[in-house]
């Protein structure tokens, strides 16, 4: 099985930062693209930023200039360094992880328990 294991969510000031970790464990064989979405109150989860194994990203507009993501591909783990938040920021975040387990032929999707991030003074 694999579990995907997020931290480092909290309250923060407006102009804050926070930085998100996400540790994928079980018999993984290959991860592909990893991502971090959010989901506030009432609206439909959405991509904030995202990374393939080789390194190349991609980000929602909102997030361009503010938040790095990264990872550690030898310990399966992908970081969001957010900074300047704001309090649109405010919402449940989601790890996510397009992964391969040994003995599966193919990739799939596997998502984080989510981590609430709340910008407020």
């Known amino acids: 099985q694999v579990q995907l294991v997020e931290s480092g969510g909290g309250l923060v000031q407006p102009g804050g930062s926070l930085r998100l970790s996400c540790a994928a464990h079980?018999?993984?064989?290959?991860?592909?693209?990893m991502g971090w979405y959010r989901q506030a109150p009432g609206k439909q989860r959405d991509l904030v930023a995202s990374?393939?194994?080789?390194?190349?990203?991609n980000y929602v507009e909102s997030a361009k200039g503010r938040f790095t993501i990264s990872r550690d591909n030898a310990k399966n783990t992908v970081y969001l360094q957010m900074n300047s938040l704001k309090p649109e920021d405010t919402a449940v975040y989601y790890c996510?992880?397009?992964?391969?387990?040994?003995?599966?032929?193919?990739?799939?999707?596997?998502w984080g328990q989510g981590t609430q991030v709340t910008v407020s003074s």
């Open positions: 996510n992880a397009n992964l391969r387990m040994w003995g599966s032929p193919s990739f799939y999707d596997y």
């Open positions: 990374i393939t194994r080789g390194g190349s990203t």
């Open positions: 079980g018999s993984i064989l290959s991860i592909n693209v």
